[in-house]
């Protein structure tokens, strides 16, 4: 009992040995071990698992442990070594490398929109099925140029469908069933083939959101998560520019 206790306890020992080598310059040639990563499932699957194979190429002796949801995770009563979050940190307990703008719009499908009529005004919403994400608050979208400004979904609107997964949601509105907000990195394909078509093109939210790259301030940067996050900035800052 008393060394399953202390064995968290050792393993910050090491991990700050392995870091204060790291950073003198006496790092092993063969990084290796386990990283505990907690990722948004959705950003996962379009951006993380297309190059995780590379990762595990060039480290052969890193094993990585994902935990994948669109739900908040808590890193340090999970034991996370490193986690993706795209929205604003405000967390004092961690640290944040920025890995993108997180810029979020309103889109539908153009059958839907050929059904229930294109909004021209954020008024409208109000006659529209809307799809959200679950536990999310109200966010303000800002008119660039004017300032004009409304919220979705509007007050008092109840949506249509809630949702806590946010490539379901992108399948709903593509397949028709509403309007829905998304970020840009998650819809960017949609919008581009057509699938999916901005609603109040001029509105989208400009809060200071974006997609981080964290830790906790209590671990030591150890040279196996360093090297996932400098891998992660080289290969996926690019493809959210």
Known sequence: ??????????????????AAYAALGHQSEEVKGTIRFAASSTFAQLYLMPVLPDFLRDYPLIDVELRLSDS??????????????????????????????????????????????RPSAPEELQMHQLLTFAGATPRKLTAEGDGRSCTFPPPGVKPRVV????????????????ICMSSLWNVHSELKDGRLERVLPEFEVDDGSAIWIVYPKSNALTAKVRTLIDFLIERLRPLLQ
């Not at 009992?1 to 392995?18: C, D, R, T, V």
């Not at 949601?169 to 397949?175: G, N, P």
């Open 1 to 18: 009992m008393e060394g399953a206790e202390f064995l968290p306890y050792a393993k910050e020992i090491l991990a700050q040995e392995q």
């Open 72 to 117: 908040k995770v808590p890193l340090i009563d999970g034991g996370f070594d490193l986690a993706l979050r795209n929205y604003a940190i405000e967390d004092s307990t961690l640290i944040g490398r920025r890995l993108a703008d997180d810029t979020r719009i309103l889109c539908a499908s153009p059958n839907y929109l050929r059904a229930y009529g």
């Open 163 to 178: 949702c806590d997964d946010g490539a379901s949601l992108r399948i709903a509105a593509t397949s028709g069933a509403g």
